[in-house]
C-alpha cells in the first residue's frame, strides 16, 4: 500500500482527506504545523511531521519513503483567521519548498488542492498564488493532480457565525451563480485520483446558487430576521485603496471576495452533497 504524505491535515478540508484516506487503507505521515492539532486528528495518523513549510530546513527529509504527496496547505481567507504569512508565502512558497522536498525523494505523484478560477484575476494575490504554484507543479517532471474546487461548503460557517451574531450583510444585489461543494466531496476525488495521469480538475457542487440566495439561506441556517443591508460595490471599491495602507493582508482577502462576487463561479457539477443539508447538519449541531 502506498505511503502518502498529507499536508494541510489539520484544515477542514485536510480532516476529510486524512478520513479518506484511513478508510482506504493508506498508510498516512501528515504535516502539521501544530503538535496538538495533530494528535485531534481521527483515527491516530501513523506518522506526524512537525514543520513550517514555509521554512525550508523544517521540511528536510519529510518526503522520504513516500509516493504520493497531497497538500491542502493554503491560507484562510476568513477575516477571523490571523495567522502570519501572505497568500505568496503559503499557497506558493511553502507549497514550492514542499515540491521541492518531493521531487530530491523521488515522490511519484503530487496532488494540490487549488482553487477555482485561477486564470480570470492574475493581479490579485490569492489567485495569483495559487496559479505560480500550478505552474510550478506542472513544470516539476512529476505526474499531478490540481483539484480546483469553486467555494467550499465550510467557508460559509464564518458567513452563520456573523449572522448569528447580527453583522451581516449583503454585497451589492447578489445576482451571480456560484455552485459551492462539500469538503468531502472533494476529498473523495483526490483520493480516488491517486494513481492516476496527469491532470487539472475544475469541481463545483450539485446545486447553482445566486450570492442573494446562498445569504437568504445563510441567514435561515443561522436563525437571523433582521435587516439585511446591501453594500453597493462602489462603495466597497473606494475603500479598498485605504484598507490595502492599513493591513496588505487584510486587503488581499476582501480584494478576493469582491471579485468573485462580481462573476459567475460555477464549475462542472463533481459533488453529491447539498448545501441546504450541510446547514441543517450545522443548524443542528450547534443547537
Known sequence: MKKILLAGATGHLGKHIFRDLKLKGFDVRVLARSAKKAKALFPDPEEAVLADATKPSTLEGCCEGVEVVISALGKSVSLRHQGNGSFHDIDYKANLNLLGEAKQAGVKQFIYISTFGVDKFPGLAYFKAHADFEKALKQSGLSYTILQPVALFSAFEEMMNLARRGRFGQLDIGEKLVNPVYD????KIAVDHIGQPSQ???????????RQELTQMVCE???????LPEIPFEY?????????????????KLAFMVAVSKVDCVAPAVGQHSLETYFELETTLSN
Open 200 to 210: 487539472t480538475i475544475p469541481i463545483g457542487g450539485p446545486c447553482t446558487y445566486t
Open 184 to 187: 468531502g466531496d472533494v476529498a
Open 236 to 252: 466597497v471599491d473606494s475603500l479598498l485603496p485605504f484598507v490595502r495602507l492599513l493591513s496588505r493582508g487584510l486587503y488581499d
Open 221 to 227: 441556517a443561522a436563525g437571523y430576521t433582521g435587516r
